[in-house]
């Protein structure tokens, strides 16, 4: 896989997870039985619609999510990224997080797994 093209998706997984209000633009990034670990340790979600619950149910308790991408490493069909998100939760609490994710492509350039790294704790009293 080209860098510019892996760029691409990367960038739009994140402008759409963060900016859009329908999560249909987010999961269909996914190949239909692509895998979603946010973050690594948590239960994997497999499929479209577990995909889609579990992002629907992060932004009814999300107010703001500013992510900036940070770097970008590709190579085959994987990419690394570096990067870090500013959160303003529904109660009003701000929350800066920094992560890595490791996305894995198919062949049709879709998300086959993806596997975020980041400090869950700064979530926990967001998603509890």
């Known amino acids: 896989m080209k860098e510019a093209d892996a760029r691409q ?7 759409v997870v963060a900016n859009e209000p329908d999560t249909g ?5 996914f190949s239909p039985d692509g895998i979603l670990e946010d ?5 994997p979600l497999h ?10 149910a992060g932004k009814s308790k999300i107010e703001r999510f500013e992510i900036t991408v940070r770097e970008i490493i590709t190579c ?8 870090s998100g500013d959160i303003l939760t529904r109660q009003g609490e701000r929350i800066t997080i920094d992560g ?4 894995m492509f198919d062949e049709q350039q ?5 596997r ?6 700064k979530l926990l009293a967001v998603f509890s």
Do not use: C, M, Q
Request: hydrophobic letters at 45%.
């Open 25 to 29: 633009a987010f999961v269909e990034l």
């Open 116 to 121: 975020e790294f980041y400090d869950v704790t």
């Open 47 to 56: 499929g479209r619609e577990a995909i889609r619950r579990f992002v629907d």
């Open 100 to 103: 890595i994710g490791i996305f």
């Open 110 to 114: 879709k998300l086959r797994h993806v």
């Open 39 to 43: 973050p690594v340790g948590t239960p």
């Open 9 to 15: 998706i990367i960038e739009a997984y994140f402008n």
């Open 76 to 83: 085959g069909s994987e990419s690394a990224v570096r990067w």
